[in-house]
């Protein structure tokens, strides 16, 4: 069945600094990879579509200028959090696909700013 | 309202009880997603059903198109399934996923 693998599981790290997340699908190509992050005792939520070879969409709220995503391949999408700060610390995860056949989980990434 | 609801929020049940976790939603969907979670937060990913039924082990999942309903049942519940369990949807028209707010289960030994 579709894998995607998503790294790191967790990460700790300085406030201030940026932090590189990577979604990848093991033994499918993905058109289309999302990106979520659930916040304490909340629901996953929307952060952005990225679709291979252009730009990602961002849901309302989310600072694109903060939240980089890049999608520069079909096995490949990367979130980078820049000058995290410890409200960034958050659960992101990724999901992957290409439609019609449906999206696989990655596992999630817990970042913890400090 | 939430267009994905699940019931109950919370469950705690003895070890080896049979358990229900139900989930509605109000949205054209083209697939359901079973997901579970761990406390470290880890999500796995159980089902993905867009008709019938699936069966994984101790683990049944069941969906109803027509009146827009999911079941994720437990059969002989062991305290290792304590968790949160996810209900989310794949919507038709964007292929955007709408979470539910999780049923966070608790099996005592």
């Known amino acids: 069945g579709a894998v995607v693998s998503q790294h790191p599981s967790w990460v700790i790290c300085k406030s201030g600094t940026s932090v590189k997340i990577e979604c990848r699908s093991l033994?499918?190509?993905?058109?289309?990879m999302f990106w979520y992050r659930q916040f304490p005792k909340q629901s996953l939520m929307l952060m952005a579509t990225?679709?291979?070879?252009?730009?990602?969409?961002?849901e309302q709220g989310v600072e694109k200028d903060k939240f980089l995503i890049n999608h520069a391949s079909l096995t490949l999408s990367t979130l980078t959090v820049t000058s995290a700060h410890p409200e960034d610390s958050s659960f992101y995860i990724c999901s992957a696909g290409t439609g019609g056949n449906g999206y696989t989980f990655g596992s999630g990434t817990r970042l913890t700013v400090v | 309202k939430n267009e994905v609801e699940q019931s109950p929020q919370n469950l705690t049940a003895q070890e080896g009880e049979f358990i229900t976790i139900n989930c509605s939603y109000s949205?054209?969907?083209?697939?359901l997603h079973w997901l579970q979670q761990h406390p470290g937060g880890g999500i796995v990913s159980l089902f993905m059903?867009?008709?019938g039924k699936k069966k994984h082990g101790r683990l049944i999942a069941t969906i109803n198109i027509q009146e827009k309903h999911s079941s994720l049942h437990i059969t002989a519940s062991h305290p290792r399934d304590s968790a949160v369990y996810i209900c989310a949807v794949s919507v038709n028209r964007d292929d955007k996923i709408i979470f539910g707010k999780g049923t966070r289960l608790h099996i005592l030994p």
């Open positions: 033994d499918f190509q993905a058109t289309t």
């Open positions: 990225s679709n291979e070879g252009s730009k990602a969409t961002y």
């Open positions: 949205v054209g969907i083209s697939a």
């Open positions: 059903l867009s008709s």
